[in-house]
């Protein structure tokens, strides 16, 4: 190139010159590049809250005209967003997750946020708590059956829409099983109606194992098992399932995850069900827990963040899809009890109590599916889940 530019322009000084110009303009050209990403990051940090958004508008324009350019606009999401997301999406993507500030729900907010999406919540708070709510998704306190959760949909216009927000108690649904279906298949479908409507393209909905296969005829069961819910609870959620796949007929993709014994930290002790969350707040109130039957009943415990982490899957997945989210593994009451004995250092045995009617006595769904359709199988061994637990529990 000197030379060319020496027969250019005929003296060194003028190539000296020249040459200089050409390093200033690279070194312009350089530094606009580099602080680019920065400008972005201080402009997201003074968005005002309800207005944040954690991509630079002009980089997502940009992806959306130059599909090439996605890549640039959001890296982390390459060769991890379904295909047919890509096709028509900016980035990062947005989610609406109901039930968001509850127990299971919060850890899927916080899994999301940690994968770089931008979140959404919605969530009545009946039993979800405010302190559970993740500081970076922006929350609406609304019910699902709300007529103004049209406003947030207008508003937001989720790419994702995760269902979690339920009527989630079995005895609350035997007593009034006319408010059970009302928040599970009334809410649901206006909310299957709304991401219709705007254009979103997967929903994914957490539903439930034991209360769908209800008196398991083999263990572990798999997703081909009979479905004979024993309550109003499992036949609300199961005509959930049923919803979100007519809907999925329509055009949307979908995710249905069958959750087992969901356990860990923000599990209400207070609730009906939740052994290691009861068992644990009372025995580090010094109080010895009541065991009903003898004990030997089984469960298939799960750890939530492992729940958490199949939704993200779930999410990202290109193909629509059922699954039990479970270990496959029967645990009894009784082995719980000792291990959180042991973790929590209480001494005393438990006070046993008669066997509650209607009450399944051996459970475990298969997790093959899940692993064959997300790559996912559970992480987390229960005796250290139970330990992350306690420690939660403590604090
Ligand atoms: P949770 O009660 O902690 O969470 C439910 C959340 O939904 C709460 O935050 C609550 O305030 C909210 N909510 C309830 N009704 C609502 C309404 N009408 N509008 C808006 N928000 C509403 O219960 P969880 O255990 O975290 O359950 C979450 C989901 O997982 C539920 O759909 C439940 O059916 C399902 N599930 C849970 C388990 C488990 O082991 N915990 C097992 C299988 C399935």
Not at 191 to 212: M, N, Q
Not at 229 to 257: N, T
Request: cysteine-free; aromatic content about 8%.
């Amino acid at each position: 190139m000197g030379e060319t530019l020496r027969n250019m322009l005929g003296t060194p000084r003028l190539l000296a010159l020249g040459e200089a110009v050409l390093s200033i303009v690279l070194i312009l050209i350089a530094t606009a590049v580099a602080i680019r990403p920065l400008t972005a990051v201080v402009r997201r940090a003074l968005a005002p809250r309800g207005e944040a958004h954690d991509a630079d508008p002009q980089v997502q324009r940009r992806a959306l005209e130059h599909p090439q350019r996605r890549e640039e606009a959001h890296p982390r999401h390459r060769d991890k967003v379904p295909h047919d997301l890509h096709a028509i999406h900016t980035y990062p993507m947005k989610v609406l997750v109901t039930g968001g500030a509850g127990f299971i729900g919060s850890h899927v907010v916080d899994a999301y946020v940690e994968e770089g999406y931008d979140v959404v919540v919605v969530d009545n708070l009946t039993t979800g708590r405010r302190e559970f709510l993740n500081p970076r998704a922006r929350f609406f306190e609304m019910d699902i059956r709300d007529s103004d959760l049209r406003g947030v949909f207008e508003r937001e216009r989720p790419d994702v829409v995760n269902h979690h927000a339920a009527q989630a108690s079995v005895t609350a649904s035997v007593d009034d099983p006319a408010h059970d279906a009302d928040v599970n298949i009334m809410g649901t479908l206006n909310l299957l109606e709304l991401a219709k409507a705007f254009g979103t393209r997967k929903i994914v909905f957490a539903s439930t194992g034991g209360a769908i296969y209800g008196d398991p005829e083999r263990i572990p069961a798999d997703e081909s098992h009979p479905t004979r819910p024993l309550a109003p609870y499992g036949i609300s959620k199961m005509a959930g399932e049923f919803y979100v796949r007519f809907f999925g007929g329509l055009g949307m993709s979908w995710a249905i995850l069958r959750y087992a014994n969901v356990y860990g930290p923000r599990q209400d002790p207070h609730g009906e069900a939740g052994v290691v969350a009861i068992f644990t707040n009372a025995m580090l109130a010094g109080n010895r827990p009541k065991i009903f039957g003898d004990g030997t009943q089984t469960r298939d415990f799960v750890y939530v963040e492992d729940v958490a982490r199949a939704n993200v899957l779930a999410t990202e997945s290109e193909e629509p899809g059922l699954a039990n989210i479970a270990t496959g593994v029967e645990t009894t009451v009784n082995d719980v009890y000792r291990h959180l004995a042991e973790s929590t250092q209480f001494r005393d045995p438990p006070v046993y109590a008669p066997a509650r009617t209607g009450e399944v006595y051996r459970i475990a769904l298969d997790p093959r599916q899940a692993d064959d359709w997300l790559g996912w199988t559970a992480d987390v061994a229960l005796a250290d889940g139970l330990r992350r637990t306690v420690d939660w529990f403590r604090r």
